[in-house]
């Protein structure tokens, strides 16, 4: 199986991101009517098995993590039996773009498990790298990509074997499609890089709801706007907006970093005051602030565009190589649960993505191998504070007695 992108990116627009945070810093506006910081929590929504929104789900290696019983382990960790899983769609060629029996098969068998299940995928907008010249192997190998050739609907057909797939294997009422996820970072051969591209983009997300709803029993597929939250955009995100009618659900990706002055990287030997100043003053100007196009920007923009719902298709507690992460950060970790339990934000569903990822960490489940000592996380804090905050009470619907999914025995006979 082809791995996912990395969660945390490395912002190539580093210089001009310092300068705009630097400005943002100095000119914040804090919005009452968007402030989430009781610490009593009183007014959040009550934890649920997945039952009702906020739904609950998390990233753990895809296809190959849901084989191997990493998914069905995570809801005894939380004591919860139902959990919903995410996954991504290979970038390699166009055939991996329309999914195939070894991916949608296996997520067929892990959801007949429970009905209650449900499944959060990416597929990619372009197939091959990053530069753009296209896939390697399968249909249109070595002809070069675009958003502007997706815009005129020269890749509808593949969509529209992704949607007959879907049907095929059951999966059209229990799966949310990021269409062309993060498309305002500079990780993607779909990146947009300003205004034209935006709208290019817009129209070529258009075209491919429109083509995968007209496939017969696909008609309430539903579809996630995903940008990553980045505080610098070189256009409005309106731009890259492709209609109400063809988004159903608004998402943006949380992470702990920053590359703001006095911030991150925290010193080696900050004392746990400095530490937790430091982290607040990233929450304060930057994840929850409007004027960063934080959280509050985009519950703004969810309830301008219809009242649409909220989701957080990805989220972490982070360490980095370039030390840019807040760390094991117990109060990221709140904060997050807070924003996520508040009603007024009208988020509909969460996903952690618990995996150590080559670019961050972001790890708090327990890790264990048949073959392998275990490996315990290196954000205890933060996991001791997750598991209190979103774990159902002990003794609830699941027994957490398993992490890791090494006592799984069944293996997916799609």
Known sequence: MQKPHLSCKVIMFSAIVFLTLQSIENNIIADPSLDNSSASGTNLLPLNDNTAPPFKAVYRWGQGGCVSGKYDAYGPWLNRTNIWAEDFLPTNAWDQVEGQQWDLGTWQWWIKKNPGRHLILTPPMLAGGWDGKGPSTGPAAHVPVSLEEGAKGTYNIYYQHLAKNLVKYGLVDVTFLRIGHEFNGSWYSWRVSN???????????????????????????????????????????????????????????????????????????????????????????????????????????????????????????????????????????????????????????????????????????PETDKNKPPQETKLPEAAAKYKELFSLPAGGQAAANSVTGDSATNTPTP
């Open 195 to 365: 205004a034209k591209q935006a709208e290019a983009y817009a129209a070529y997300f258009k075209q491919i709801v429109t083509t995968m709803r007209a496939v017969p029993g696909a008609e309430n597929l539903k579809f996630v706007w995903n940008p990553a939250m980045m505080p610098w955009w070189p256009y409005d995100p309106e731009k890259a907006w492709p209609g109400d009618d063809v988004v159903d659900y608004i998402g943006v990706d949380v992470y702990d970093q920053s590359w703001s002055p006095n911030n991150y990287p925290i010193p080696a030997g900050a004392s746990d005051a400095d530490k937790l100043a430091r982290r607040k003053r990233v929450w304060d100007n930057e994840t929850n602030s409007e004027q960063a196009k934080g959280l509050p920007y985009w519950v703004k923009f969810a309830a301008k565009h219809g009242n649409k719902p909220l989701c957080i298709p990805e989220w972490g507690a982070c360490i980095r190589q370039d030390k840019h992460g807040g760390g094991d950060s117990a109060f990221f970790i709140e904060q997050m649960y807070k924003f996520i339990y508040k009603p007024a934000n009208n988020v509909y569903f969460e996903c952690y993505f618990d995996v150590s990822a080559g670019d961050g960490d972001h790890r708090l489940v």
